[in-house]
């Protein structure tokens, strides 16, 4: 039975092909979509169009399904083309006549609108807090090794010293930056649809107001049209933040798996961190790291999957919008496990202590030697030969001193700053 129903079945192969995992799917929405019912009757029976005891009783009705909800026992019956038609349906079901009444001055586009910018606030803050829990393990590890150096690479060849600090740090503070994509998509998300019913109002007088503020939005989509097209576009903003962090988690993924390689040997982590070969009894693989770079690597992909989905749709609804979910709602909780395993990952991480020590790694030093030269008055051209053609002759011997002392370098990593930075970002996810 449908919500739409007008004497008439739709054939069950339709219904399968056009519902498909929506319910599942849908099933996330579940506790939003109930929040957001409850504001919409809090608001029409303010505008006169329920009374106060039809509102007491409907309240009662949401909250009981809001409860079975949390308690993980509400679903979505075979033949329930939604989450939206399942709640009213409850409600229809226990009330009568009643339940039918909450669906005034809305439609299921914005109310499905309305759930998705309630999940996925939440979501987002999820995001938040499990990048915030790995930028301080990567902070306190950057603080902890600041005085442990390692090699730096440009070409991936020996290029100049760094440090585990640095490695570290710069992870942290990369984190940063993309949290500022996450505050824009959370900024995206947090505005009200509700009111904009199938795309272009109502006749009803809703008060918009109202809902946004029980809600907790921080302000409205005012122009109705603007406000179904916010449908793809917050998807497109959140699956944009959430490829921004998947990228920098899955570049950290590499080193630690380049770093790990017995060649490089720079890291380790405890053998029970580490899988194994069917074949080769040696191995101690870093699969957790090749996983998390696989999936970080796909979740960078979802933008353009939004992208092409939403392509030239026409203006309004269009069904082809609900395949958002099956995009975006994986995508978030996937991230929040990548993140969490890689603070989980990093907890445990051993680091090699004077690995610069090795022979291999003196013309790290080279540019040390040059500036040296430099401040005791030799121009830098000739410097630069001078120490060139020691290396050529294979005469060049590394002083190894380090006087690295501006922002940001390996004697000043600025990592109060670098947090500083993180908490102005991260505030202002409310
Ligand atoms: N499942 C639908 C979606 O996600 C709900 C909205 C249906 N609206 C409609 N006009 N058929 O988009």
Request: with cysteine.
């Amino acid at each position: 039975m449908n919500l739409w129903d007008k004497g008439f079945e739709p054939d069950r192969l339709i219904e399968e092909f056009t519902v498909g995992n929506d319910r599942e799917l849908d099933l996330s929405l579940a506790r939003h979509d109930v929040e957001g019912s409850m504001a919409h009757i809090r608001m029409l029976q303010s505008i006169g169009l329920l009374e106060k005891e039809e509102l007491d009783t409907l309240l009662e009705g949401l909250e009981e399904i809001h409860a079975r909800i949390l308690a993980g026992d509400f679903r979505i019956e075979d033949g329930v083309e939604d989450v939206h038609s399942q709640v009213e349906f409850m409600l229809t079901a226990k009330y009568g006549d009643l339940g039918k009444k909450i669906h005034s001055g809305r439609s299921r586009n914005d109310q499905v609108l309305l759930d998705l910018k309630l999940f996925m606030r939440d979501e987002l803050k999820r995001v938040s807090e499990a990048v915030e829990r790995l930028f301080n393990r990567l902070l306190l590890l950057s603080d902890e090794h600041k005085e442990d150096l390692m090699p730096g690479y440009t070409h991936l060849q020996v290029a100049m010293p760094s440090s585990f600090g640095l490695w570290f740090g710069a992870y942290a503070e990369s984190l940063a930056d993309d949290m500022q994509m996450l505050v824009a998509a959370y900024n995206i998300a947090n505005q009200n649809p509700l009111g904009s019913a199938a795309g272009y109002g109502s006749s009803f007088p809703l008060d918009r107001g109202m809902t946004t503020r029980l809600l907790n939005f921080a302000d409205m989509h005012y122009n109705v049209v603007a406000a179904q097209m916010s449908r793809g576009k917050t998807e497109r903003a959140v699956a944009m933040a959430v490829a921004a962090i998947a990228s920098t988690l899955a570049h950290l993924a590499m080193d630690v798996c380049m770093w790990i390689c017995p060649d490089f040997a720079f890291i380790s982590f405890p053998d029970e961190l580490t899988t194994g070969s069917s074949i080769m009894p040696h191995k101690k693989n870093p699969d957790v790291f090749e996983i998390m770079r696989g999936k970080c690597n796909r979740l960078q992909a979802i933008p353009n999957e939004v992208a092409l989905l939403t392509a030239n749709l026409p203006l309004g609804y269009n069904r082809d919008l609900q395949l958002l979910k099956d995009i975006t709602f994986p995508a978030t909780d996937e991230l929040v496990k990548c993140l969490d395993m890689a603070e989980f990952m990093l907890r445990h991480i051993r680091i090699r202590k004077n690995i610069l020590d090795d022979k291999k790694y003196d013309y790290l030093f080279t540019v040390e030697d040059v500036n040296r030269l430099v401040l005791s008055g030799v121009p830098f051209r000739d410097a630069y030969r001078q120490v060139g053609m020691q290396v050529q002759r294979g005469e060049y011997k590394p002083t190894r001193e380090l006087h690295h002392t501006h922002e940001g370098s390996i004697g000043n990593l600025c990592n109060d700053r670098i947090r500083d930075k993180f908490r102005s970002v991260i505030n202002r996810i409310s």
